[in-house]
Nanobody, 125 residues
């Protein structure tokens, strides 16, 4: 079965960096666009970034543009989210998601074919 497992979250201070990883199994990873979403307490999941199946195209939410970088290694079935200059408002559970049919910019986490269990990122001021 398909599994997406996020890791790399933690508690950091404002201005610090973190790199999230999402390891995928049970699917042909190189055929899927991969996205990152985040969910703050009491809110719906919010689009963060997405990369095409080859990694050649990437798109970001305005709130993270210039600070976050999404990348993927198809040989390792892994997608990454490098987060720099973190702010307290970046605090959320971060989810990775896989979409076989479409490179979605924005939209809902639940439109994706698969998503993981999430990893908590907490940024203190």
């Amino acid at each position: 079965q398909v599994q997406l497992v996020e890791s790399g979250g933690g508690l950091v201070q404002a201005g610090d960096s973190l790199r999230l990883s999402c390891a995928a199994s049970g699917l042909t990873f190189s055929s899927y666009a991969m996205g990152w979403f985040r969910q703050a307490p009491g809110k719906e999941p919010q689009f963060v970034a997405v990369t095409s199946s080859s990694g050649g195209r990437t798109y970001y939410a305005d709130s993270v543009k210039g600070r976050f970088t999404i990348s993927r290694d198809n040989a390792k079935n892994t997608v990454y989210l490098q987060m720099n200059s973190l702010k307290p408002e970046d605090t959320a559970v971060y989810y990775c998601a896989a979409d076989r049919d479409k490179l979605r910019v924005g939209g809902s986490l639940y439109e994706y074919n698969y998503w993981g269990q999430g990893t908590q990122v907490t940024v203190s001021s």
